[in-house]
C-alpha cells in the first residue's frame, strides 16, 4: 500500500510538473506572437526628463543629469563628457515608449520573464520630480523583443529590440566617442604639420579657407573641408579591452609622427596627433580625451597632405555664380562682353548668348595641371570676369614657353602651368561668338 501510495504520489507530483511547464511555455509562446496593437507603456514627453539611472546587473550604476545648459552630463561611474544623441535617444525612446504585446495585465510570477531581477534598471525622474523605474527583463522565446514592465504597473510587456538596445546603455555607449569636439561652423584657424611642413589655414572676408602659412595661397575649399570633416569624424572605439588600450599606447609611442592637427573654435584650442606605423595601423592621440585610440586609415590619409594638395589649381573663384561681364584679349583683338537680365551684349551689339556661355565654362573650368616656380613670359591672352554684383573681379593671364603654356592670377605671384589644349580652347570660345541672328519664324513657302 505504501508503494503504490508512494508511485501514486509521483504520478501527481510528474502531471502538476508538466503542467506547470506547458503552462509556462504556452504562455511565453502565446507572448510571442504578434499583436495587432501596439499597447502605450509611456506618454511623456522627451523635455520632461531630468535624470538616468542606468542600472546594468553586476556593473556599476551610471547617473546620467541634464544640467542647466541643457545637456546631459555624466555624474556617477567614469563621469566621461557624454554623447549628447546618444542620451537624447533614451528620452526619445522612453517619451513615446509602446509594446509590441501586452503579456499579461496582472503578472503574478515575475520570474517567468526575467523580471524579478532583472537584467537592467532604468530609473528616471521628470521636472515635476517623479521618479519612475523601468524594468527590462529576460528576451521572449521567438527572440522578437524583451519582457518589460514598470515598477508601479502589474502589466507585463515585450517591447521590439531596438527598442532595447536604445534603452540598454553601457557608459562606454553613453560616452562621448568624439576625439575633437570643436564646432566647424565656429571654426576660425586650422594648423596641420606634416611631411615635414606646417600648414595654417584662416578664413578672409568672404569667409572662405586660405593658406597663411607658409605663405599667402588660395586654398582648395572642398580638400579642406574634407580635412574638417575627417577631423570632426575622428572617434574612438568602445569596445576595446583594457589590454588593447596598452597594446594602442605602446604602438603609439614607439610610431613616428604621421601628422598633428590644431584646431580653434570660439571654445579654444584643441589638437590631435596621428601615428600610422607600415601596416597603416594607425593611432591618435588627442588633447580633448585621455589616452592614444586606434583611428582608422582614411583619418592619416586625408591629414598626410603636402602643401600643393591643399592649393585651388583653380584659376578663376568665381565657380556657379554667373558674371556680369567678361572682359577678354586674344592677341590684338579685344571685346567686353556685358550680360543683361535676358541677353549678352558687346557693345550696342547683342551677341550669341550659347556661344558666351561656352566660353564662361572654359574659364569656370580652368585648372592648372601643376605648379610652377617659373616660366611665365609675355601673356598672350587675358581674361577678366566679373561677378557677385560686382564685388568680385579676377583677371587671369596666361603666356606661352614653347610648347608650355602658363598662367597667373593678376596681383597674385603663384604661377599654374596649363595644358595648351585649355587656352586653344579658350582662344577657340573666343573666336566663335558671333552677332546674335534671330531664328526666322517659318521657313519660306515653297512656289
Known sequence: MRVRGLVLA??????????????????????????????????IPADQFTRFELRRRDEEPVLLE???????????????????DTAESIARTLSSLTASRLVE???????????AKPAVELVFTTKDGKTRKLLIGDESPAGSGSFVKLEDDARVFIIAPYNKASLDRTARELRDKRLLTFDPDKLSRLELTAKGQTIEFGKNARNEWQIIRPRPLRADASTVEDLIRRLQDARMDIYTTEEDDKKASAAFARTPLTALARVTDAAGTQQLEVRCDKDRNCYGKSSVVEGVHKVESYLADSMDKRLDDFRNKRLFDFGFSEPSSVEIRDGEKRAVYRKEPDRWMQDSTQVDASAVNTLVDRLRMLTATRFAESGFTTPVFEATVTSDSGKRVEKVLISRAGDRCYGRREGE?????????????LQKAFADIRPYQPQQAGKEKKK
Do not use: C, H
Open 10 to 43: 509521483l504520478v501527481v507530483l510528474a502531471a502538476l510538473a508538466g503542467g506547470i511547464y506547458w503552462s509556462v511555455r504556452a504562455k511565453k509562446e502565446q507572448a510571442a506572437k504578434p499583436s495587432p496593437e501596439t499597447p502605450e507603456i509611456l506618454n
Open 66 to 84: 541634464k544640467a542647466s545648459n541643457g545637456r546631459w552630463e555624466m555624474t556617477s561611474g567614469p563621469k566621461w563628457p557624454v554623447d549628447q
Open 105 to 115: 495585465e496582472k503578472a503574478e510570477n515575475l520570474e517567468e520573464f526575467g523580471l
Open 413 to 425: 605671384p603663384s604661377i599654374y602651368e596649363l595644358d595648351p589644349k585649355s587656352l586653344e580652347e
